[in-house]
């Protein structure tokens, strides 16, 4: 089935992510957050919040709101229905990377580069107070996700730290690791059934690992290589790309990784295997996310990222896509 753009934006996407009723929300360093209608015959934004600042990335929690978390370092809850956007929580020394949701309890993590994550207990609902905890960290956090189906939050440090808390006691860490992959990490996602999680480094890898410590679990994590090129340059090295974006298929056992080498795989995460390769896409992929309800779309963000070698340079525009999967999940 086809790959679909349903939006061109003017500037980085940070973050993409599905919700109730086949919506797409989709954060961006432009400050907006999107929301998106999307179906096989017609997609369209169906609104549109303005942050105070750049976001870094937004989660759902329940009843439609959702949060985003940004250069300004707060945590900021969005009415997209309402147009309204309101700051919860206390302010980071630095900015927050990342927001994940407890939505079944309208919890809501932060982590930032002020080296803290923050718990925000938001029951009393959108405009009422809300109550927050503050939480040290061995280092700035780049990373973080949690799966619905999950108590476990999965964070990604630097000097390749991964720190895995349960939202229920999130005074300590209840797992201390270093990532099995050599280099920098560059994303974490959750399984959908909360058994383990992705993580991927920025030299084009990708470990999956489970959260069971026993040996029998142990032994089944794994890692391998890919978002590479096929020829030597000029020092006769092949050139490796950072994996910017990973998803889960809700209901297979398929994966779907992104790369800056603009290039979706499809992975049978059981047989070890890729399955499938898709079209090139414009630019480098930035985010992915699979529906989460139906498994019948994936997301895909594409971004110029030459800034990251050209920082005076100008960066073309962002695209927004949608590939419509079938019930293999391919």
């Known amino acids: 089935m086809s790959i679909v753009q349903i939006d061109s934006l003017p500037d980085l996407i940070s973050k993409v992510t599905w919700g109730p009723q086949k919506h797409l929300l989709v954060s961006s360093w432009d400050t907006k957050l999107r929301l998106y209608s999307v179906n096989h015959d017609n997609s369209r934004q169906v609104a549109e919040v303005t942050a105070s600042s750049p976001i870094l990335d937004c989660c759902w929690g329940d009843n439609g709101v959702a949060f985003t978390g940004g250069l300004a370092g707060?945590?900021?809850?969005?009415?997209?229905?309402?147009?309204?956007?309101?700051?919860?929580?206390q302010q980071h020394d630095d900015a927050i990377s990342a927001v994940v949701c407890d939505a079944g309890n309208n919890l809501i993590v932060s982590g930032s580069w002020d080296k803290s994550l923050q718990l925000i207990d938001a029951r009393g609902g959108f405009g009422n107070r809300d109550s927050s905890m503050m939480i040290p960290t061995a280092g700035k956090?780049?990373?973080?996700?949690?799966?619905?189906?999950?108590?476990?939050?999965?964070?990604?440090?630097?000097?390749?730290?991964?720190?895995?808390?349960?939202?229920?006691?999130?005074?300590?860490?209840?797992?201390?690791?270093?990532?099995?992959?050599?280099?920098?990490?560059?994303?974490?996602r959750s399984?959908?059934?909360?058994?383990?999680?992705?993580?991927?480094?920025?030299?084009?890898?990708?470990?999956?690992?489970?959260?069971?410590?026993?040996?029998?679990?142990?032994?089944?994590?794994?890692?391998?290589?890919?978002?590479?090129?096929?020829?030597?340059?000029?020092q006769g090295r092949i050139e490796v790309y950072p994996v910017n974006g990973v998803a889960f298929h809700p209901a297979t056992p398929a994966f779907f990784t992104g790369g800056s080498d603009g290039v979706v795989y499809c992975w049978d995460g059981k047989q070890r295997r890729r399955l499938k390769q898709y079209p090139h896409?414009?630019?480098?992929?930035?985010?992915?996310?699979?529906?989460?309800?139906?498994?019948?779309?994936?997301?895909?963000?594409?971004?110029?990222?030459?800034?990251?070698?050209?920082?005076?340079?100008?960066?073309?525009?962002?695209?927004?896509?949608?590939?419509?999967?079938?019930?293999?999940?391919?």
């Open 191 to 234: 399984m959908p059934d909360g058994r383990g999680y992705a993580n991927t480094s920025i030299e084009g890898r990708v470990a999956v690992e489970w959260f069971d410590p026993s040996p029998e679990a142990q032994a089944q994590k794994y890692a391998f290589k890919c978002h590479r090129g096929k020829e030597l340059d000029a």
């Open 141 to 188: 956090i780049y990373t973080m996700d949690k799966a619905t189906n999950s108590n476990y939050v999965v964070c990604g440090l630097g000097n390749r730290q991964i720190h895995i808390y349960d939202i229920r006691n999130m005074g300590q860490v209840f797992q201390r690791r270093d990532s099995s992959l050599k280099f920098m990490t560059r994303k974490v």
């Open 74 to 89: 707060v945590v900021e809850a969005a009415d997209l229905q309402a147009g309204q956007l309101l700051s919860i929580g």
């Open 281 to 330: 896409m414009p630019a480098s992929v930035m985010g992915l996310d699979v529906d989460p309800t139906s498994g019948d779309m994936l997301a895909i963000a594409c971004a110029d990222d030459s800034f990251k070698e050209n920082p005076n340079g100008t960066l073309a525009k962002s695209s927004l896509h949608v590939k419509f999967l079938d019930s293999d999940g391919l």
